[in-house]
């Protein structure tokens, strides 16, 4: 497949034309036809069309208002979806990196989707490699195939080698033929998943539908249970039909899963809106429950780019800018170094031709170049480079004031991988200047009010990494480590040291993954921030990966979530978004499952005893909008700052249960005993709706909480509302409501406002109860 290009011309615009592209649907959100049938064709529509329909048949027509949540749900779910859809599938197409091909002899840029098979493909470090191919030419050109083969190291390329999508260069440069394109690439798939618009795991999702699934498992037996009870034990067929739909649909949290789309799809939007592409929605979860970030120095803390400050030789006789405008040259694709040092030497000297060179890794921390009868030279870390003497406790002292510091190096060759700096002669310290962000200091404060532990790692040295975060006012950032003494083999003892400090420097690509995992284990919930290509295999692991917009294509890929306009200013509205969303649907989901438990006690009773349904589905349609479907809109979208916890199924249950349980003891009550007069049958399910209304709402109350002037205007109008229903006649009328027999309505006051007391009391006792 080499052959497909003839010459280092790359192909022709003929050529181009006629080869096969690089068709690969982008997946960054569903299409608009899965997204309609996921909307439209539910199990619980199913079941609340088919309980419709009984009610259109045997039934008023009224009592059929229930129905129009199918409609409600589906448009709902369908439009604010779409809307996250749009926002996704714009930010995608932005966060997409082009690709540097060689076409009819010129290098240019194009998308990922006009690469065709046999472009010359050119790569550099942190280019990520999208489609399958064959080198062509190769400086030091090195790869990591981690996402593919699980190998930690980077794997040296040479003309001939094959390469594979779904890596990406981390040192060096070079070039390849594309020999398999679109869906014939070996890692398609891996890319696709990389921006794709799904739900992983979470406990939120999983807590929802486990709910969702028991209940429809109960739903069916309860159901017939009710339906035989109420047709054996009425003279009215049509009565015993709407007042078995009436339990069924009321069973069902029709607006649970909803509401919980919702939440997650409008944050997707909001954090859009802010130049935040949330790759994951479950990302938006993890986002609430972060309790440690690890921060990469350079390029989050610090602005891109640095400034080059001093150059201080450590002796004489040696041409020091020579040698440096020449290091900072021989990288066709220079790094921020390269570039500080290019501002100060623009041009390399006569004579200064690279034969041998060997790029920047963060794995090595030294680059440097062979220029024949000039002698090798090596720029990289002091503390990797010398061992002892002058220029080593020079370059100690300087870092300890947050600069960068760098040792110019002269020997007869280059190193050798793996050996030391023994045979190297130090010949200056360059000390760069970094760009402190002027968003970290405030930000910071954010995440330490918060409770958020902030980790610095990085690569550079642990004093002046330490420097720059006490002056950051990062919480004990004066206590640091050299990771180079940190122990491989024992990760508690790495998860100790962890917890202990808070500054890392000389920090390894595969330190990071194991700082990751180790926090993990001591039960932290990670986030890792990055932008290089040494962060990918730590931002992949970490139960929330955060990408830098102006980072590596690499560390984009693997990321849940990417700053695309890279203000470090962003994370605090991204955690808050996260805590928004798990706190508010915690909410809601006590709200829905609060009726469904009642639902639940009713139907039982009701069937167990054969009696009568205390009230038709109008009535539960009337109650459920003011105390539950209104409310569950504005609470599930309302800003909260609550630290997530787990836990989420077990404390809705605490609440739901004892809170439904009780509701539904109070309304058969009221139903009882309003059933032992003279009234008619409508008095009687008045009666029971009041009760229901007064419980359901002092339970909206309890979830309201802390009330704020908002939701006390929202509680307060729902129980407005419910008065002028009960006062105006074409109202009353409408919902089959008769609240003339004072004696019935004063008891079902009177026991609403018991039961109310005894819930308050029993959600106290259960620790749910937000304060």
């Known amino acids: 497949m080499v052959g497909l290009t003839s010459t280092v011309d790359g192909l022709t615009s003929a050529q181009v034309a006629a080869a096969k592209p690089n068709h690969v649907p982008r997946r960054s959100s569903r299409s608009f036809s899965a997204i309609i049938r996921s909307n439209v064709f539910t199990l619980f529509n199913l079941v609340i069309g088919v309980l419709w329909a009984l009610i259109l048949i045997f039934g008023e027509w009224q009592d059929g208002l229930f129905g129009l949540v199918i409609v409600a749900n589906a448009l709902i779910g369908i439009v604010q979806e779409l809307r996250a859809k749009r926002t996704l599938d714009k930010l995608a197409v932005i966060n997409e990196e082009p690709v540097r091909v060689r076409r009819d002899g010129a290098e240019r840029e194009i998308h990922p989707q006009d690469i065709v098979l046999g472009d010359l493909i050119l790569l550099g470090p942190g280019d990520r490699l999208l489609v399958d191919g064959d080198v062509i030419a190769s400086d030091g050109l090195e790869i990591d195939e981690s996402l593919l083969t699980g190998e930690a190291d980077p794997v040296h390329k040479q003309p001939g080698d094959h390469v594979l999508s779904g890596s990406f260069a981390v040192a060096g440069s070079g070039s390849f033929v594309a020999t398999k394109v679109g869906t014939d690439a070996y890692a398609v798939r891996l890319a696709e998943e990389a921006s794709k618009f799904h739900l992983a ?12 699934k028991y209940i429809t498992w109960l739903v069916v037996p309860i159901g017939a249970l009710l339906i035989y009870s109420q047709v054996s034990n009425s003279v009215d067929f049509r009565t015993a039909i709407t007042g078995a739909v009436a339990g069924i649909v009321t069973m069902i949290p029709e607006g649970l899963v909803l509401m919980t789309s919702i939440a997650f799809a409008v944050g997707v939007v909001r954090l859009g809106r802010r130049r935040c592409l949330v790759q994951e929605l479950p990302a938006i979860e993890g986002l609430a429950r972060v309790d440690v970030l690890c921060l990469d120095k350079t390029g989050t803390l610090t602005a891109g780019g640095m400034d080059l400050d001093q150059v201080l030789p450590l002796g004489d006789g040696h041409p020091v800018d020579d040698a440096l405008a020449a290091l900072s040259h021989a990288d066709s694709r220079p790094n921020a170094t390269a570039l500080a040092l290019q501002a100060r030497y623009p041009a390399p000297g006569d004579g200064w031709t690279a034969g041998q060179s060997v790029p920047f890794s963060s794995a090595r921390k030294w680059s440097g170049a062979d220029f024949g009868e000039r002698g090798a030279w090596v720029l990289g870390a002091p503390d990797v480079l010398l061992h002892a003497g002058d220029g080593y406790d020079r370059a100690a002292e300087l870092a300890t004031t947050g600069a960068r510091v760098l040792a110019l190096c002269r020997a007869d060759r280059l190193p050798a991988p793996g050996e030391d700096g023994a045979a190297l002669e130090p010949v200056a310290l360059v000390t760069l200047k970094q760009r402190v962000r002027p968003d970290a200091d405030e930000t910071l404060r954010y995440f330490a009010k918060q409770g958020v532990t902030v980790k610095v790692i990085s690569g550079d040295n642990p004093e002046a990494v330490a420097a720059i975060a006490t002056g950051l006012g990062i919480p004990d950032g004066h206590r640091f480590l050299d990771a180079r003494t940190l122990p491989d083999d024992d990760p508690d003892k790495l998860g100790e040291l962890l917890d202990g400090h808070t500054v890392f420097g000389r920090v390894t690509p595969q330190q990071k993954r194991k700082f990751v995992a180790a926090l993990q284990a001591r039960g932290h919930t990670v986030a890792m921030t990055g932008d290089g290509v040494n962060d990918v295999l730590a931002l992949k692991d970490a139960d929330l990966g955060i990408a830098m917009g102006a980072g590596s294509p690499a560390t984009k890929a693997v990321a849940q979530v990417v700053l695309l306009d890279n203000k470090f200013a962003t994370l605090p509205h ?26 639940i006690v009713l139907s039982l009773a009701v069937g167990v005893a054969g009696v009568m349904f205390p009230f038709a589905p109008r009535h539960s349609t009337l109650v459920n909008a003011l105390t539950i479907g209104i409310p569950a809109f504005f609470l599930a979208l309302a800003p909260t700052f609550e630290r997530a916890r787990p836990g989420f199924v077990r404390r809705v249950l605490r609440f739901a249960v004892p809170s439904g ?3 539904a003891a109070a309304v058969l009550a009221s139903f009882w005993l309003a059933h032992k007069g003279t009234s008619t049958l409508i008095q009687d399910q008045t009666s029971a709706v009041i009760t229901l209304f007064l419980t359901t709402w002092w339970v909206l109350v309890l ?9 006390v205007l929202l509680v307060g109008a729902m129980a407005v509302a ?5 006062t105006l006649p074409f109202v009353r009328t409408f919902f089959a409501l008769e609240p003339g027999d004072l004696a019935n309505d004063l008891s079902a006051v009177g026991v609403a406002v018991v039961a109310s007391l005894v819930i308050s009391v029993a959600v106290k006792v259960a620790g749910t109860l937000r304060t």
């Open 201 to 212: 795991h979470s406990e939120l999702r999983e807590g929802v539908s486990n709910f969702i």
């Open 574 to 599: 991204v955690v808050g978004e996260g805590r928004r969303v798990l706190a508010n649907i915690e909410r809601v989901s006590n709200l829905f499952l609060t009726k469904t438990f009642y639902a």
């Open 722 to 726: 419910f008065g002028i229903g009960l």
């Open 661 to 663: 349980v009780l509701c």
């Open 703 to 711: 979830i309201a909480r802390p009330l704020t002037w908002w939701r």
